[in-house]
């Protein structure tokens, strides 16, 4: 990498080299960053951008609850909004702004303490608040769409944006973002309610998730989208099969690949059974995506982000 590292002095965050990010994601698995840059705050990251040249690559990485690191790595920087890029505050009545490294759980926790409701849909979504708005991310009923209001972004020469809703033509799963920009943060909006009433709504939804998902594996979220009603007509397949109900059709529910995993408990989920690489990680799910495809001619979707090269 012909990157100065020079720039780095100029600034405050933490530069790590040869970072373990695949071992620190949810998957317990994966390879590492040639260099990872975690900014101390959002001025920081803009010094960043502003220091960084454009035609070298940058990766954007939050809690890698929804990740896949490829075994070989990541080249160039790979920019983590953490820790410290994590405040979540309320903004009159019902809203709520939160910064892109924000757990999605704690947002939730926050509308809570504060009266709102609508935004507990968001304890249901694992890791940041950057990635659920980057995926237009949703969770029993409800999607980010829902609630947003808008966005703040940075562009790689760091300057400030701000999107709106309508900006941002979100749809199932996706969010144009436009080309370049970071999220830094965002607005989302919610409803007064009683706080008892709110609390009880979200406790619902945890003890629902734990019910059903394995959250206490080495696991992500959700690995394939849901269909659309028009794919599903073209399969064959009743307008509301969900995705773990494809993966079950097909054999899927307990399926191996080295140490990979489809989970018996969700068949939506991966999980890394103790040794699974990458590797087979992805390949369980391609595996799954070809079963498909040869039994329905259906095109199941990634939902889990995969980053970085192969070995």
């Not at 702004?97 to 935004?119: F, P, R, T, W």
């Not at 495809?293 to 970085?308: D, M």
Request: charged share 25%.
């Amino acid at each position: 990498m012909g990157l100065d590292m020079d720039i780095f002095s100029k600034l405050r965050g933490q530069v790590t080299e040869n970072a373990p990010i695949g071992a620190q994601s949810w998957f317990r698995a994966g390879g590492s960053a040639d260099l990872l840059f975690t900014p101390k705050d959002a001025e920081d990251l803009r010094d960043f951008l502003m220091l960084y040249p454009k035609q070298e690559p940058i990766t954007i990485i939050g809690g890698m609850a929804n990740t896949i690191v490829r075994d070989g790595g990541i080249r160039g920087v790979t920019l983590q909004l953490g820790k410290s890029l994590a405040s979540v505050d309320k903004r009159d009545d019902v809203y709520i702004e939160a910064e892109c490294g924000a757990l999605n759980g704690s947002i939730a926790a926050a509308a809570v303490k504060n009266c709102i409701g609508s935004l507990e849909f968001l304890s249901g979504i694992p890791g940041s608040f950057g990635g659920a708005l980057a995926m237009n991310a949703g969770a029993y009923g409800t999607e980010m769409k829902d609630v947003l209001i808008g966005v703040k972004a940075l562009t790689r020469g760091g300057e400030l944006k701000r999107y709106t809703l309508e900006d941002l033509h979100m749809s199932y799963r996706h969010t144009s973002i436009p080309d370049g920009a970071i999220l830094v943060s965002a607005i989302v909006k919610g409803v007064a309610e009683d706080y008892e009433t709110v609390k009880a709504r979200m406790n619902e939804i945890k003890a629902k998730r734990n019910d059903t998902q394995p959250i206490k594996e080495k696991t992500g979220g959700s690995t394939f989208a849901n269909p659309s009603a028009p794919e599903l007509r073209v399969a064959g397949l009743p307008e509301d099969t969900k995705a773990w109900q494809v993966v079950e059709k097909v054999g899927g529910r307990g399926l191996k690949r080295g140490g990979a995993m489809i989970s018996e408990k969700h068949c939506n989920f991966m999980i890394n059974t103790g040794d699974a690489t990458a590797s087979d990680l992805e390949g369980l799910g391609d595996d799954i995506i070809k079963r498909a495809y040869a039994e329905f001619g259906l095109k199941l979707r990634w939902e889990i982000k995969r980053i970085g090269e192969n070995i």
